[in-house]
T-cell receptor, first 113, second 115 residues
Framework: AQSVTQPDIHITVSEGASLELRCNYS??????LFWYVQSPGQGLQLLLK??????LVQGIKGFEAEFKRSQSSFNLRKPSVHWSDAAEYFC???????????FGTGTSLTVIP | DAGVIQSPRHEVTEMGQEVTLRCKPI?????LFWYRQTMMRGLELLIY????????DSGMPEDRFSAKMPNASFSTLKIQPSEPRDSAVYFC?????????????FGPGTRLLVL
């Protein structure tokens, strides 16, 4: 069965520190992978996506993610976090066939001065 | 492009009342999705349409929920009668399905509170 796991419910980092948010997936075929960010009271905004090709993908706001097939992971990274990055982050997988997307439960990021 | 448009942005109603949420997808997109987000259950897919046809409504909680897409530019999600446990943020998303590759774009959501 297809699923997405975000092991960290909540992460706190200091402003300027590096960030890595974990995402593991279970998918029966070649996955298409996404990271979304949700600021308080807002909808989900697409940060980046992986379909094929280079396994390191660049997104908006200085984020990047690396697809590692051997580890079934698609971790999100940022070298230096800004206070405005505080938000909820969702990893998603799909679709290979059909339209079904599968979202993780989200990781809440707090940025401290 | 204006993105996915949802209305109303906020809705407060009393238990038993009918609630109608509206969504205008991005022009040219052929798939539309309704999600519900709560603290307890996270983001849940309720139903999705492809070319205005409902494809999978297995996520719809019960018969009180119904969704329609009369044309490519408009969809509604109706709850009748509403109950306090329906309180949540309801998101609409749309995408352009080209083969298997697509990206979903989300609206700002409708925050529903049923008293």
């Amino acid at each position: 069965a297809q699923s997405v796991t975000q092991p960290d419910i909540h992460i706190t980092v200091s402003e300027g520190a590096s960030l890595e948010l974990r995402c593991n997936y279970s998918y029966g075929a070649t996955p298409y992978l996404f990271w979304y960010v949700q600021s308080p009271g807002q909808g989900l905004q697409l940060l980046l996506k992986y379909f094929s090709g280079d396994t390191l993908v660049q997104g908006i706001k200085g984020f990047e993610a690396e697809f590692k097939r051997s580890q079934s992971s698609f971790n999100l990274r940022k070298p230096s976090v800004h206070w405005s990055d505080a938000a909820e982050y969702f990893c998603a997988v799909g679709p290979n066939t059909g339209n079904q997307f599968y979202f993780g439960t989200g990781t809440s990021l707090t940025v401290i001065p | 492009d204006a993105g996915v448009i949802q209305s109303p942005r906020h809705e407060v109603t009393e238990m038993g009342q009918e609630v109608t949420l509206r969504c205008k997808p991005i022009s040219g997109h052929n798939s539309l999705f309704w999600y519900r987000q709560t603290m307890m259950r996270g983001l849940e897919l309720l139903i999705y349409f492809n070319n205005n046809v409902p494809i999978d409504d297995s996520g719809m909680p019960e018969d009180r929920f119904s969704a329609k897409m009369p044309n490519a530019s408009f969809s509604t999600l109706k709850i009748q009668p509403s109950e306090p446990r329906d309180s949540a943020v309801y998101f609409c998303a749309s995408s352009l399905m080209q083969g298997a590759r697509e990206t979903q774009y989300f609206g700002p959501g409708t925050r529903l509170l049923v008293l």
